[in-house]
């Protein structure tokens, strides 16, 4: 499916990361056990409600100096900012640390966290590191690898590639929902299907969640909430 919009993904922010997965689990058992993050990450702010957009992605390393003369690193800079602000919108931006070890240096912090808001993207996913959180544009779902105060030799590698953090791997365009407890890659033709199996799954545990939160709750009442439930289609 190629015709997903902004509107269809804005839908499914109302929703946690989570209950996303939960989703994907029935419409594409296949997507069980991989698709999404699997280590903790960082968010700069845990507070802020979950993103959905299409993937813009990059590899960066900052462990030792770019090979890149001067002007080559120049010449690689505007060119990935404008592949960030292309349409379509809105993004989360995906970059993969390459180093050995992740994080030696951050690409994430003030310039660049105001810079990619500002051209349209939502939030990003990295197992690099993150500084600057004080002064990090608000608003901005930024979920990082680690804290660390140093940018090093940070640089961008390369763009508009498949890009892999933690065990969610995707490429330009893929759909990414994250919020604080991480990302998960949604398969387009699986994005318009979402609203109606969370509608489904809550259903079912509502039964169980009203019984469990009653003040007289026991055994035989969690046994008919669970019967009460299968019969939910």
Known sequence: MTDITADDLKILTQWDTPTICNALEEIMPERRNNGFTTEQLVPLDPDLPPICGFARTALIRAAEPSSDTVEQA?????????????EPAPTVVVIQDIDPRPGIGAFWGEVHTHVHKGLGA?????????RDIPDSVRGFNLLGGK???SHAFVHVVDFDCQATVYGLTVSTNDIVHADRHGAVMIPAEAVRKIPAMVDLQQRKEAKILDAAK???????????????AKDIH
């Open 74 to 86: 120049a010449a690689k800079r505007l060119p990935y900012y404008e592949y960030v602000a292309a």
């Open 214 to 228: 009653s003040p007289d709750f026991n055994f035989e009442k969690l046994k008919a909430a669970i019967g009460a």
């Open 147 to 149: 804290i660390g105060p």
């Open 122 to 130: 939502l939030g990003a996913v990295t197992n690099g590191s993150i």
